[in-house]
């Protein structure tokens, strides 16, 4: 059964951090892009940053340098590390195999909250 657990997440002041983590289990992690993605309620769910198990990262335009993404294969982890957040970040975070995989079960998300 595959199962995507999200942590990390929390209330932080504009210009804080969060580090977030996804550990997977049920699937053999090296074989998928691994990808953070973020959801506002009343919007779709956006692609903010994915890796490949071989550590080819792509973000999206609106990241500007602020986020990183990695994963240690081993712990079938992949994290995501925000910095200079602002309040246009606040939204649920979630992990899930990168495009164009197919979409794996989603998990619950961690919530971030930045407030100004």
């Known amino acids: 059964q595959v199962q995507l657990v999200e942590s990390g997440g929390g209330l932080v002041q504009a210009g804080g951090s969060l580090r977030l983590s996804c550990t997977a289990s049920?699937?053999?992690?090296?074989?998928?892009?691994m990808a953070w993605y973020r959801q506002v309620p009343g919007k779709q769910r956006e692609l903010v940053a994915s890796?490949?198990?071989?550590?080819?990262?792509n973000y999206a335009k609106f990241v500007k340098g602020r986020f990183t993404i990695s994963r240690d294969n081993a712990k079938k982890t992949v994290y995501l590390q925000m910095d200079s957040l602002n309040p246009g970040d606040t939204a649920v975070y979630y992990c899930?195999?990168?495009?164009?995989?197919?979409?794996?079960?989603w998990g619950q998300g961690t919530q971030v909250i930045v407030s100004s």
């Open positions: 899930n195999s990168g495009p164009p995989q197919r979409a794996l079960d």
């Open positions: 049920g699937i053999i992690f090296g074989n998928y892009r």
């Open positions: 890796i490949t198990s071989g550590g080819i990262i």
